[in-house]
């Protein structure tokens, strides 16, 4: 990823050398001159050899330099500057480990970046909460003006920070850097598409994602995540931000300075370890066979098989009041909209002719037309159709779909660019949608987005 940001870097730090394989792998790309891998504890060195095979660039060419020391010691005894410092110590659990993710870390380990810089920091998501994923965000917001977040897989993130300025665009690797493509194609990455699905969010979309906690950034002076992350390690907690990418609304291909509309790239690699790139597959393949009128049971996921079945086929759709059935309807609609382009997306949902209701009665029009507004992304149109909802109050079982339709009338707020009305609605509602509890990241983002130049989340 910091290679294909900046591809001429020369000068690379890794903090942490484990199996060797992201040395190895940096070391791939031809116009890396020098890889210093920092690594306190002399038998991770021994201790790699056993991958020798695997990484044999880590300890067999002669640009690769082990350096035995502390992170922070050996940064503070070096005056040397890096183009990419590479940031994937041990967990945070680990003693002494978690001071290499806090506010003084990042000032002082900026220092050591050349201008044009970049600092790429590796966390875990599994193990670990929202609460204490914000004190490494707020960490690194205190330092960096921008940056963006990357999954792995769906337990593992980079964050991406240029030392100064704006992060720089994805640039496809030179032809002449064969291994290094053959390493990227190794693990599916074939082209901008695939980077672009693992991409969680700039810094505007993570602070909202981490908003709402009452925490500050970790720091020597308050090291909250040395002090709390054994016991989300005890809880086996998960961080829901890993779930941004496949929320019920389309709300990083709209909040997102940088996302590229995923819905038209239809080259990505389908990845089961991201959930994003099977949605992406399975939403055409949903909405071809609606529009064919197809069998269902010709659709390779059960559980497409069972919903699509359903609304296709099921005659109680058509009651006059809402029944258990609308769940399938809901989950086609959270399947295929955050996925399709807005054309194809409209095209399914404006004039549903594949639902067997020739005049749907009131309730189902009403939500056939805020999905069609969510499928055109017309902010307008959804603020009114979902704020009318809100404001007729619950009714009967009505819970989870009354938090959809207040995520939806967050939507088309910040679609409008109107952020401010995103979070009155959330505080008129939000209380009695969610009794306390924390909501999901996309909810808290919707809720607490600000604009870049804005006064910040809320």
């Not at 204490?132 to 897989?153: G, Q």
């Amino acid at each position: 990823l910091p290679l294909l940001l900046k591809p001429d870097a020369r000068k690379v730090a890794n903090i942490g050398l484990g199996s060797g394989l992201t040395t190895h792998t940096v070391l791939t790309h031809s116009g890396v001159e020098r890889v210093d891998t920092v690594e306190i504890e002399p038998a991770m060195v021994a201790g790699a050899t056993a991958f020798r095979a695997r990484v044999p660039a880590a300890f067999a060419d002669p640009r690769s330099h082990m350096q035995i020391e502390d992170a922070k010691t050996y940064f503070a005894r070096h005056g040397v500057r890096y183009d990419v410092i590479i940031s994937e110590p041990s967990n945070p659990w680990v003693s002494g480990v978690a001071s290499l993710f806090t506010t003084e870390f990042y000032r002082d380990v900026r220092r050591h970046l050349k201008d044009d810089g970049l600092l790429v920091q590796w966390f875990h998501l599994y193990e670990v909460d929202d609460r204490l994923v914000s004190t490494v965000i707020l960490a690194l917001a205190e330092n960096f003006d921008d940056f963006a977040i990357y999954l792995t897989d769906t337990t593992n993130m980079l964050i991406v920070a240029p030392r100064n300025g704006k992060l720089p665009p994805l640039q496809a690797p030179s032809p002449t850097q064969r291994a290094f493509i053959e390493g990227m194609a190794r693990v599916g990455l074939r082209g901008p598409e695939d980077f672009a699905v693992r991409r969680l969010g700039d810094k505007a979309v993570a602070l909202a994602a981490v908003s709402g906690f009452g925490v500050g950034p970790n720091s020597d002076f308050m090291p909250r995540l040395q002090l709390e992350a054994t016991a989300t390690r005890f809880t086996q907690a998960r961080a829901d931000i890993r779930n941004l990418g496949i929320a019920p609304l389309p709300v990083l291909e709209a909040l997102d300075g940088r996302r590229q509309d995923l819905a038209q790239a239809a080259s990505v690699t389908a990845n089961p370890r991201l959930p994003r790139s099977v949605r992406l597959h399975e939403a055409r393949q949903v909405r071809e066979l609606l529009l064919a009128r197809g069998r269902p049971w010709d659709l390779p996921d059960p559980e497409s098989r069972l919903h699509v079945g359903t609304v296709t086929g099921a005659s109680a759709l058509c009651a006059e009041s809402p029944v258990p059935e609308s769940y399938s309807l809901h989950w086609v609609a959270e399947r295929t909209i955050p996925y399709l382009p807005p054309p194809e997306a409209a095209a399914l949902w404006s004039t549903p002719a594949w639902l067997p209701c020739r005049k749907p009665a009131a309730w189902l029009r009403e939500r056939l037309d805020l999905y069609a507004a969510i499928a055109r992304r017309d902010g307008n149109g959804i603020s009114s159709l979902a704020g009318n909802m809100l404001a007729r109050g619950p009714g009967a079982g009505e819970l989870e779909w009354r938090r959809y339709v207040l995520s939806a009338a967050m939507f088309g707020e910040q679609l409008g660019g109107r952020s401010d009305g995103a979070a009155k609605l959330w505080r008129q509602y939000g209380d009695e949608l969610y009794g306390g509890f924390p909501p999901p990241a996309a909810v808290r983002v919707l809720a607490g987005y600000r604009r870049p130049g804005s006064d910040g989340p809320r």
